[in-house]
């Protein structure tokens, strides 16, 4: 009896997060097991090198260098993927779950790529796939977005689901730091990687929205179908103008379905101060969540780092070891087969911020008024300070507009011999 | 094998919450259905006047008027008590769990003063009690607290809990509104009640402050056991002077554990502006939980209403339905039995906003200075205003100290012969 309700674990990696686990399960064990009922045993550890230091010391036979010591141990109930990148993590996680075991993983890359097909094998080997620590580490939102919000229809996902590009927006807007500077100061911090591309491209909370977007709507979106933009053209000037405006610039991920489908995007976006977000400031995610009837349900936390990682993934062994012992493991995969298309952004609708480079000289503002109205484009703020320079910028906020007419009196102002160039095309959320 | 997978209800009470249930289980019924592979069939609702108007329509046959006839019969696997009030409520939710039904309600009074004998009854029994429509109407919180926060160590929950008094705060704040005319807006919108006692007093959040330290902490505490101060006492001028602070008073529920205790509180309370809570407004509901590994998570969301509500209970009904279809009901009775103390607020820190109305002469400030002083108690702010009466007001914040302190400070201030009275104390959050 005392037996069955011992979960014993294979543990894939042991980095920062997988030391974190570690720790968790094994110095806090006892209180862990107080809590749940079960205890908990990490039998094997598969690490590259056995020998490198590392934050976690577990005793030295428990490590294993060949995966398949863990996956094909029938013993081990549970494995936990924290190794990171896409293999061959994705092809472990695979081969445990044929295997019938439960897995619980942190990993978006594998979520947001072959995230489907893992699903499905779970559900046919009657295991778990849990992934709550893929998307904003400590938020609890993945769970809530499929059980508690499950009976309302969620018409939009609004996240900021990266903290390294908040934290340098947040830098950018309150301490008037360039991007360079802020990039800077963010890796000094640990916020950024020292090299930020996965983050600054806009390409991390690109797979952060396809997993929440799949979820919420139950049509398997991939990472790569996200149409995303990066924070590195955003200019200090931008930051300052949309100050002055009162918006602040956030990377944001937005995922958006109506009749026509499902559009997903990830681009900076100009946020007014009413707004739930405004106020999310440095390494801080959150995610708002629109539902039909429940209306905005905002989630906010720490998004990233060791301990909220592995404290996510900690609650999610819980979860399976639940279901382990009632022998129910399985039976909650979500469903992602809600036969819905991407949209293209063509249509949506939004407002939009624009910065225009002009040569100041008369009829300038009203050539350009004239294009935008004749594409059906208004709008809301028009801001030209004094200027004793020959070029000058004009900013403008538009009302709500397709981006498809946007995008046609765009090509057609910049043809406009007195425009210099479009230099910022910003998303404004409502 | 198909009845096995059909969840037969008995429904008490079709008020607002009730018809909004009985719509989304029956009308809405089918999609419900395919998202969670069982159907819903509410057998009988119990009524006090069958004849009575209702925004639902049932057919006439599912109306009972005695309570007996849903609790005692064995073909009804689910109770869902919407009628509110302690008395018959808690009474029927007993006899229900008796009988080896779950029961989902949406009635904080019953959980805040009967909960800790009920869910040791559901355990007995093997059901489920769940109440995640009880806090925070729309707001998924008391799943995340037990699941996905249940690993890590809670060290303080701080929320705004209540709608009413959110939003007559709000009024008082941003449209220069008095108490009166405040409460009388909410009233005219529907976001008070004629008697709005329960809620400006405070007892609604003493009673949702309770729930949810009851979860976090594992030791069951009474909303009576709550000490609570409403908003009735707030003037405009105090508004206006945190303002000038740059804080908001809010009504915070807050309940913290520390090595010597569990303290519960609620309070006016003024938030400073880099608080997550500082730009919750209206009728919204925020509730901050405080991890020690997890750190701050916040969630956000419409904190009354019909719609939400009972989308809180449906979703909570689809728990319940699982768990029966498995045969796992009564599995996650929370355990409450954690032997910690109540605190009394005499020995917590916090920092207070004191408004002190004086004579305007010569070494006043000095002496209440000379006071604070000697109690320990320091000021990290003073505000007097140039004034031409007999009489002014100063204001201070204090640093942190101890209630008890600041208590004897007071007693002392009071006597000084040019303090003409103590006009107001209220805590601030850091």
Redesign the interface.
């Given at each position: 009896m005392k037996d069955k309700r011992e979960i014993v674990i294979g543990l894939l990696g042991l980095g920062t997060v997988g030391s974190q686990v570690y720790h968790?399960l094994t110095e806090k064990g006892d209180a862990?097991s107080e809590?749940?009922g079960f205890t908990y045993r990490i039998k094997r550890i598969l690490v590259r090198n056995p020998d490198k230091a590392r934050q976690a010391k577990p005793p030295r036979e428990l490590f294993v260098t060949q995966a398949n010591e863990i996956l094909e141990d029938p013993e081990i109930k549970l494995v936990i993927e924290v190794l990171g990148g896409l293999q061959p993590a994705a092809a472990h996680i695979e081969k445990a779950l044929e295997h019938g075991k439960s897995v619980v993983t942190a990993n978006k890359g594998v979520m947001a790529t072959h995230g489907e097909k893992l699903l499905m094998l779970a559900s046919k080997h009657n295991a778990d796939l849990f992934f709550?620590a893929s998307v904003a580490g400590?938020?609890?939102i993945l769970?809530?977005l499929q059980?508690?919000?499950?009976?309302?229809r969620i018409l939009q996902i609004v996240g900021i689901v990266n903290g390294t590009t908040n934290f340098i927006l947040s830098q950018m807007t309150h301490e008037g730091k360039t991007y360079e500077e802020a990039l800077k100061e963010a890796q000094k911090l640990g916020y950024a990687e020292p090299d930020p591309t996965f983050d600054v491209t806009g390409m991390d909370a690109a797979y952060k929205i396809a997993i929440l977007a799949s979820l919420a709507f139950g049509h398997y979106a991939k990472g790569e179908e996200v149409l995303h933009e990066g924070i590195q053209g955003i200019s200090s000037l931008d930051i300052l103008h949309a100050k002055e405006l009162g918006y602040r610039i956030k990377l944001i991920a937005k995922a958006q379905c109506e009749k026509d489908g499902l559009s997903l995007l990830v681009a900076p976006t100009l946020i007014p101060p009413n707004h739930?977000l405004?106020?999310v400031e440095g390494p801080y995610n959150?995610i708002l969540v629109r539902?039909e009837?429940?209306?905005?349900?905002?989630?906010?936390?720490?998004g990233a780092g060791g301990?909220?990682t592995?404290?996510?993934i900690?609650?999610d062994v819980?979860?399976a070891a639940?279901n382990i012992v009632?022998g129910?493991s399985g039976?909650?995969i979500p469903k992602l087969d809600n036969p819905i298309s991407l949209r293209s952004p063509e249509s949506l609708l939004s407002r939009f911020y624009l910065r225009i480079q002009v040569e100041d000289r008369p009829g300038t503002l009203a050539s350009i008024a004239q294009v935008f109205a004749e594409e059906e484009a208004s709008f809301s703020a028009v801001l030209q300070r004094e200027n004793t320079a020959r070029l000058t910028d004009i900013l403008f906020l538009t009302h709500t507009v397709r981006e498809g007419s946007l995008q046609r009196a765009l090509l057609r102002v910049r043809k406009l011999p007195s425009v210099k160039e479009i230099s910022a095309i910003f998303r404004v959320e409502s």
């Open positions: 968790a862990l809590k749940t709550e400590a938020i609890p769970r809530p059980e508690s919000m499950a009976t309302d739930p405004y106020n959150a539902g009837r429940l209306g905005d349900i905002m989630f906010y936390g720490q301990v909220p592995s404290t996510a900690v609650s819980v979860h639940k009632l129910t039976k909650s």
